[in-house]
C-alpha cells in the first residue's frame, strides 16, 4: 500500500472514531443536541491528527525529510478519511439508530430561531425578522442528510476547513535536505 494513504488511513480513522466519540458524548452523556455542535472540537481533533500524522512521516518514515506536496497529501488524506467516516456514522446514527437525536435538533433550531425572534436587535431589522421567519419555516424540511453533507453541512464545512489550514501544517512542518546535517543527509540517501 502506498505509505501516503497507509499513514492517511491510520491517522484518518483515528480522527473519525474521535469525532464520534465527541459526537456520543455530548449527545448521550451531556445531553445537549450534538448536531448543533458539529463541527467545532471535532475539526480541532482532526488537525491534531493531521500534524501528527505528518510529524509521523517526517520523523519515522523519511529521516526528518518531509516535503510541502507529501505534507498536503498526507493531511488531504487524512482529512477526507476521518471526516468521511465520522459522517458516515453519525448519519447511521441519526437515520437508523435513534431518529429521536434529529427530531430533538430540529425542535433546538425552532426554540432558538422563535426566541430570536424577539431579541432587541432582531424586533429593529424587518429584513432579519422576515429572513429568520423563512428559515424556521424550511426547517421542517431539513433532513438529516442535508445537515451532515450537503453543502453547508458538517462534511463540507470540515473539509473546508482543514483543507484551507493544511497548506498552512504542511509548509510549517516541512523539512528538505537542503535544511538537514551531513549526517540526517547521508540517512536519506542510503534509505533511497
Known sequence: MNPYLRIALIFGTVAGLSGIAYFLVLQYEVGEPALTRLSTLDIIITLLCIIYAMGYFRDRKQNGVLHFWEGAVIGIGTAIIGTLL???????????????????????????????????????????????RTQLAALPQITPFDTIFFPGGAFVKNIGIEILVIGMIAAIMRKNVNHLSQKQETEVKKKK
Do not use: A, E
Open 86 to 132: 465520522m459522517c458516515l456514522v453519525i448519519y447511521g446514527i441519526v437515520v437508523f439508530l435513534d431518529p429521536d437525536v434529529f427530531k430533538n435538533f430540529i425542535l433546538y433550531l425552532q426554540k432558538d430561531m422563535s426566541q430570536r425572534l424577539t431579541s432587541d436587535v432582531i424586533t429593529k431589522s424587518p429584513q432579519l425578522q422576515q429572513m429568520i
